[in-house]
C-alpha cells in the first residue's frame, strides 16, 4: 500500500475519532508508520476501546491536532473546524 503511494505522492492516513469527534489525523511517513495506524485502530476496534485523547508516540507518523469551536451539540463537521498556529504537528 505504502509503495503505490510514494510512486503518486500520496501520503496513506487514518483519522481517528471517538463517535463524531475528531481526535487526531496520522499520516504515515513510511511502511512502519502504516503499520502503526492500523495496529492503533485495530487495537480499539477488536477490544471496543475508544481511542486515546492524546496520540500514542509513534515513530513513523506525523499526528496532526485540530482545535475545534464548541457551538452547539451537534457532531463536528468541516465548518466547525478551526485551524490556527496552536495546531500541532508531530515528527
Known sequence: MVEPCVILHILPGMEYRNGDRLLYIGIARNGNGF?????LM?????????????????SGVFIWLFRYRQE?????SAKDLLLSDDNIIEW
Not at 35 to 39: A, D, G, M, T, V
Not at 72 to 76: E, G, K, Y
Open 35 to 39: 503499520r502503526e495506524l492500523n495496529e
Open 72 to 76: 452547539n451539540s451537534c457532531s463536528t
Open 42 to 58: 485495530t487495537e480499539a476496534n477488536v477490544n471496543g476501546r475508544t481511542l486515546p485523547e492524546v496520540a500514542p508516540a509513534f
